[in-house]
Nanobody
């Protein structure tokens, strides 16, 4: 059974940076592509970024492209999300999950997520 634990959220000022981590247990980390998603108050969950087995093939939502960087460390079974130039609209609970398909559909191994709040 895959389990995920997201950490690294907090309060940041607009223009600031945060780095999120997603530690995965239960094995099989290397088998999956991994994605970050976010859920803002009153909004549907949305895709943020994903990284496949080859670390140099990440994909991003248009809203974060050029500001966020996803990476993975297979030795540590951890996925990272480096977030720079944060904006108030980035405020959300951030969650990670393994993903499948060309649309980066999430599986259903959701954790609690980590709250990111960006003050203007």
């Amino acid at each position: 059974q895959v389990e995920v634990k997201e950490t690294g959220g907090g309060l940041a000022q607009a223009g600031g940076s945060l780095t999120l981590s997603c530690v995965v247990s239960g094995g099989r980390f290397r088998e999956y592509a991994w994605g970050w998603f976010r859920r803002a108050p009153g909004k549907e969950r949305e895709f943020v970024a994903a990284v496949k087995w080859e670390p140099d093939l990440p994909v991003y939502a248009d809203s974060v492209k050029g500001r966020f960087t996803i990476s993975r460390d297979n030795a540590k079974s951890t996925v990272y999300l480096q977030m720079n130039d944060l904006k108030p609209e980035d405020t959300a609970v951030y969650l990670c999950n393994p993903v499948w398909g060309n649309d980066y559909n999430p599986y259903n191994y959701w954790g609690q997520g980590t709250q990111v709040t960006v003050a203007s």
